[in-house]
Every structure is written in structure tokens, then in C-alpha cells.
């Protein structure tokens, strides 16, 4: 006998009080938070690509992510200089395969992994805490759902795995039109 798992925010609760309460805490956050437009590129920024930039915020828009306000330009900034340096660093290893050939100084050959690879790790690693951050990544998400009761279509979609590939194509792009 299989059990069925509620996910948050899919389902209306049947306790209308709770409900009722639920609906009102949602609509008191966002009232509370000042409004920003996220488009606008702060300019004492350094921004690495401002096409994936572009993508992130127009990504955030269709899910529906009204929790960010202005302060969080710079984490958004950051994210997107990161994408674009995640992408750089995944080119090279493409290019350059997974090992190198090291000659020692006494002329003896070595495979070592390559450098790019510990790289990559740590673009990860930096992704995943400013995804966190701006409370973007999957445990994240389900707390900010649990919080505000919001639906949970507006803030997770069937098409994240394509918003992370065209955020790591965005640089390809970008490179091209130069």
C-alpha cells in the first residue's frame, strides 16, 4: 500500500480558517516588500554578461519570485557573473578533456586531473549558496511555500533544467555576437 505525499502549496487546505489565514499572510508579505525593478542593471556593478543577467531576472519574473527586492541585485549580480564563469570553466574542460599530461621537471610524465575541474567544483559550491541566498534553491523554495503559502507553480517549474542549460549556453551566445 503506497502512501501519497503532499507536496506544499498544490493543495487547498481543508481547514477554511487556516486557509483563510494563509491567504492573508501572503498578500501581507507582499505588500511589505518594496517593489523593485530588477531590470535595471546597477551600473557600479562589475557584470560579466549581461545577456545571462537578462535571462536570470526574466526566469524570475515568469516564476513568479516576488521576494526580491532591490538589495538583492548584488546577489543577482554575483549569480550571474558565476553562471558565466561556470560556463567558461565547463568549455575548457570540454576542450581539454578531463585529465592533462604534467611533464615533471625531471622530464617524467604524470596524468593529473585537470585544473579546471576543482574550479568548476567551487563555481558549484558558490552557485548553490547564492541560490540560497536569494532563496531560489529547491529546500529554499519549499520553506519560502510553507511560509506564505504561495502556489507552488508560480515559484517552481517543469522547466528549470532548461533555464539552468540556456543560462550556461547564454555565454556561447554572447561570445558569437562579438
Known sequence: MSRKHKI?????DSNVTRAKQKE???????????????????SSLFLRNEEIYKLIVDQLTELGATHLVGIDKFTLVSLANTFDLLNE???IIAKDGLQQILVTREGATKII?????QQRNTLITTLSNQLKSLQLDPA???????????????LVSNDDDSFINELLKGVTQHESAK
Open 140 to 154: 529554499s523554495r519549499y520553506d519560502l511555500i510553507e511560509a506564505v503559502s504561495n502556489d507552488i507553480n508560480h
Open 24 to 42: 492573508e499572510k501572503a498578500k501581507e508579505l507582499k505588500n511589505v516588500l518594496p517593489q523593485s525593478n530588477l531590470n535595471e542593471i546597477p
Open 8 to 12: 506544499a502549496g498544490t493543495h487547498t
Open 89 to 91: 570553466a565547463e568549455k
Open 113 to 117: 586531473p585537470n585544473p579546471m575541474l
